[in-house]
């Protein structure tokens, strides 16, 4: 998959899709460090443990490099940054239930905005999925010879055993 890379310093506001979003009750925010075995559990439920173990990873950083999209109790979305790599914006992952309402785009926004935040001049986005998303979203550019970039080529079976 091809990564991506985004001008954080050109980055759309977020104030108006926060309150687009906040008018059917749903907030972006950082989770709270008591909140990570939900969070993980809920990204690794619907989108498997490679990606839990990613947000774990996000939970390291101060302050968490995770935003969380949701509704009451109920999580509608998750993103991490600086997981994979240092600069890195992923995963990020959407509830079938609440696609096609921004959140994704939120939740990306609430992310790139933190990492410009804190220094960074630009972003990538590791093994992006949808390109067209992330272009609409972010203004990101495919990155010119970027395939398969850092991850294992999917060819190669991951790891399944811990080392004795």
């Given at each position: 998959m091809t990564d991506m890379l985004v001008k954080l310093y050109?980055?759309?506001?977020?104030?108006?899709?926060?309150?687009?979003?906040a008018r059917d009750s749903v907030v972006m925010r950082r989770p709270l460090a008591c909140e990570k075995h939900l969070v993980t559990a809920w990204f690794g439920g619907l989108f498997g443990v490679g990606w839990a173990s990613e947000c774990e990873t996000a939970f390291s950083r101060l302050p968490v490099a995770c935003f969380i999209a949701a509704?009451?109790?109920?999580?509608?979305?998750v993103a991490c940054y600086d997981c994979t790599c240092r600069n890195f914006f992923?995963?990020?992952?959407?509830?079938?239930?609440?696609r096609g309402r921004q959140i994704g785009?939120?939740?990306?926004?609430a992310c790139l905005?933190?990492?410009?935040?804190?220094?960074?001049?630009?972003a990538i986005i590791g093994g992006a999925g949808?390109?067209?998303?992330?272009?609409?979203?972010?203004g990101a550019v495919a990155i010119e010879g970027s395939t398969p970039g850092i991850y294992p080529d999917r060819?190669?079976?991951p790891l399944t055993e811990k080392l004795a």
């Open positions: 050109a980055l759309p506001p977020l104030a108006p899709l926060a309150a687009l979003l509704q009451e109790a109920r999580i509608a979305g992923g995963p990020i992952g959407v509830a079938p239930t609440w785009r939120g939740l990306l926004l905005h933190a990492m410009a935040a804190e220094g960074y001049a630009y949808p390109l067209a998303f992330f272009s609409r979203s972010a060819a190669t079976p």
